[in-house]
């Protein structure tokens, strides 16, 4: 596939449309795709082209190189850390992102092609069907650098896998196992690396072969509920994100990232 002239070009993101399919590509391989200010910007602006666009039926959302997403960037989140007031403007584009990404009315089909972290996790989940390579790893670890997990996983793991196991793994950022994740529902699928691609053509196939405006309203009407949720937690879990930026926690566990060892996190 080869870029469309008529598509909008982005420093940290790619698109391609063939025929009525459109594929967005994290593109910062050297780094897995950890979204910096560049990527955090941009993906609030191409999940709106993606649900304006007017060539394409279907979307699909994929990583460069060996990983989906491996969240944050840590120069980034240093810059974050450093200057609080940095992350609070942020924090409007988060916004951005979720609902973009949940106002797509077309299917919104993730090919997790690697590990899929922090906002990483939360970009997967927000899509319609997973398919998942078997050995990457998805998780929300925001709790082991001292932070809320506020961009939108207190509002879908609960969805995808119930109340019960979405505290179990917000609570203590494990990361799972891409097996293990969909055996308990949180992607669709988990299948070796090299049939990822086959899997998500057919699936593909099968969706662009199908009644268009069925698909759409039939995700409309079962995105109802989860929009509802989203509202309902996203402006609080920012806000107490917001605040855990400028906790010591979150300043130890980024110093102890840099230099390479387990942060020693206060009692309050």
Same mark, same amino acid.
């Given at each position: 596939?080869?870029?469309?002239?008529?598509?909008?070009?982005? #420093?940290?993101?790619?698109?391609?449309?063939?025929?009525?399919?459109?594929?967005?590509?994290?593109?910062?391989?050297?780094?897995?795709?950890?979204?910096?200010?560049?990527?955090?910007?941009?993906?609030?602006?191409?999940?709106?082209?993606?649900?304006?666009?007017?060539?394409?039926?279907?979307?699909?959302?994929?990583?460069?190189?060996?990983?989906?997403?491996?969240?944050?960037?840590?120069?980034?989140?240093?810059?974050?850390?450093?200057?609080?007031?940095?992350?609070?403007? #942020?924090?409007?584009?988060?916004?951005?992102?979720?609902?973009?990404?949940?106002?797509?009315?077309?299917?919104?089909?993730?090919?997790?092609?690697?590990?899929?972290?922090?906002?990483?996790?939360?970009?997967?989940?927000?899509?319609?069907?997973?398919?998942?390579?078997?050995?990457?790893?998805?998780?929300?670890?925001?709790?082991?650098?001292?932070?809320?997990?506020?961009?939108?996983?207190?509002?879908?793991?609960?969805?995808?896998?119930?109340?019960?196991?979405?505290?179990?793994?917000?609570?203590?950022?494990?990361?799972?196992?891409?097996?293990?994740?969909?055996?308990?529902?949180?992607?669709?699928?988990?299948?070796?690396?090299?049939?990822?691609?086959?899997?998500?053509?057919?699936?593909?196939?099968?969706?662009?072969?199908?009644?268009?405006?069925?698909?759409?309203?039939?995700?409309?009407?079962?995105?109802?509920?989860?929009?509802?949720?989203?509202?309902?937690?996203?402006?609080?879990?920012?806000?107490?994100?917001?605040?855990?930026?400028?906790?010591?926690?979150?300043?130890?566990?980024?110093?102890?990232?840099?230099?390479?060892?387990?942060?020693?996190?206060?009692?309050?």
């Amino acid at each position: 596939m080869t870029a469309s002239d008529d598509l909008p070009r982005y #420093e940290t993101i790619e698109l391609v449309r063939k025929d009525r399919l459109l594929t967005i590509t994290l593109n910062r391989p050297d780094s897995l795709n950890a979204v910096n200010l560049a990527l955090h910007e941009e993906l609030a602006e191409v999940f709106l082209f993606a649900g304006q666009d007017q060539g394409s039926d279907v979307v699909v959302l994929t990583g460069a190189g060996r990983a989906f997403s491996a969240g944050g960037d840590l120069d980034h989140m240093w810059r974050n850390a450093t200057n609080p007031e940095l992350f609070d403007q #942020e924090a409007r584009a988060a916004k951005r992102i979720i609902f973009a990404m949940l106002d797509v009315d077309k299917p919104l089909i993730c090919r997790m092609n690697g590990h899929a972290v922090g906002l990483g996790a939360t970009l997967a989940l927000m899509c319609d069907v997973i398919f998942a390579a078997d050995t990457a790893k998805i998780g929300d670890p925001h709790v082991n650098i001292g932070l809320v997990a506020g961009d939108g996983g207190a509002a879908i793991w609960a969805q995808r896998i119930g109340l019960g196991r979405a505290k179990e793994f917000l609570l203590t950022g494990e990361l799972l196992g891409a097996k293990r994740a969909a055996e308990i529902g949180l992607v669709n699928h988990a299948l070796p690396l090299d049939e990822l691609d086959a899997a998500v053509e057919a699936f593909c196939d099968k969706l662009l072969a199908g009644s268009s405006n069925a698909i759409r309203y039939t995700k409309i009407l079962t995105n109802l509920e989860l929009k509802r949720i989203t509202h309902a937690v996203l402006d609080a879990g920012i806000a107490y994100e917001s605040l855990t930026v400028r906790g010591a926690d979150h300043q130890e566990a980024i110093q102890a990232l840099k230099e390479k060892r387990k942060p020693v996190f206060g009692k309050r």
